[in-house]
């Protein structure tokens, strides 16, 4: 600040044919210097803080995955052994079979919520109010044809022509687990590859009818690109494809429940099918794919519920205009 208050005086002296004196120049720069000496002390200080608290979470992790390590390599050598090391059929359990369980434990609680709109525990979570609240038996009951239907006719396909790819890329069904830094690594990578899949094969689909043939698709091919690019171990694909049906349960069930990641913004979605096309909402903000969003109280809502009450009723709706 210094130096920009002294400009004037110095364009003047400059302007006269004079040169600064040596005082002004030994102020300036030692008031440069004491700016680059604040600027190195916070950012060391913070990056000081971020790695012992990165190390200090890494350090607890460790110490889980390593005192259940080799419970759970001692459980996957039982499994390769039962199965007598056929490589097909433990890519099939850990592809298909268990994220399927996973899938439907989950959404059968919900089917029973949707069904009967009980228990109000659970409907007061409700995103939107008063509509299918409980939803008709005959429009369940499509809902569940379908998604049997795409896990026969869709899902499973595509896991059998996943199968020689990933023997081409490597072995996914070896017979050693991967590191816990390893797999924390593949998550991470998955999680954003997905992303960036996600938000560019939802945004070619303008019209709702266009979505309704090929958004099928569109959603299970991005889970399973990353997997393909890394190679990844079937132990880490159970793992992944797992999380990705749960958090796609909790992205499309219509309650906004306590602890659980938000569903605001793809339920958003549903609603203008031209906003909020991603899953972490990145590119979302990039492409400015979610203005309209964040002018609603949707936005509002859209964050980690600590509480037991609805944010429906903590951030209501504004009144309708009449």
Not at 62 to 89: I, L, P, T
Not at 199 to 216: C, D, L, M, P, T
Request: charged fraction near 20%; charge should be positive.
């Amino acid at each position: 600040m210094v130096g920009l208050e002294r400009l004037p005086r110095y364009q003047k002296m400059r302007g006269s044919g004079d040169q600064p004196n040596s005082a002004t120049s030994r102020l300036q720069e030692r008031h440069v210097w004491d700016s680059v000496k604040k600027a190195a002390f916070i950012l060391g200080s913070g990056l000081f803080v971020f790695a012992a608290f990165r190390n200090t979470v890494t350090w607890h992790l460790q110490q889980f995955w390593g005192a259940s390590g080799d419970f759970w390599q001692s459980q996957w050598g039982k499994a390769h052994s039962y199965f007598q090391g056929n490589e097909w059929v433990l890519f099939f359990l850990g592809t298909m079979v268990i994220p399927t369980m996973s899938f439907w434990i989950l959404n059968s609680l919900l089917l029973i919520v949707d069904a009967t709109g009980k228990p109000q525990l659970i409907t007061r979570y409700r995103i939107q109010r008063g509509r299918n609240d409980p939803v008709e038996p005959a429009k369940l009951q499509q809902a569940i044809r379908t998604v049997v239907f795409n896990q026969v006719f869709l899902s499973l396909p595509m896991v059998v022509v996943m199968y020689p790819i990933m023997k081409w890329r490597g072995n996914p069904c070896g017979t050693e687990l991967p590191t816990f830094h390893w797999v924390l690594l593949e998550l991470c990578f998955l999680g954003l590859l997905e992303e960036v899949f996600f938000y560019y094969s939802h945004r070619r689909k303008w019209k709702k009818e266009y979505e309704e043939k090929v958004g099928k698709m569109s959603n299970m091919l991005p889970p399973m690109v990353g997997p393909i690019i890394l190679g990844s171990h079937v132990a880490t694909m159970m793992l992944w494809f797992s999380l990705a049906l749960l958090l796609s349960t909790i992205s499309h069930c219509g309650y906004h429940l306590p602890l659980l990641p938000s569903p605001e913004f793809h339920d958003f979605h549903h609603l203008k099918f031209n906003q909020c096309y991603g899953v972490l909402g990145v590119l979302d903000r990039l492409h400015q794919t979610d203005t309209i969003f964040r002018e609603t109280k949707a936005y509002e809502r859209h964050t980690l519920l600590l509480s037991l009450t609805p944010l429906s009723e903590s951030i209501p709706d504004s009144p309708k205009r009449k």
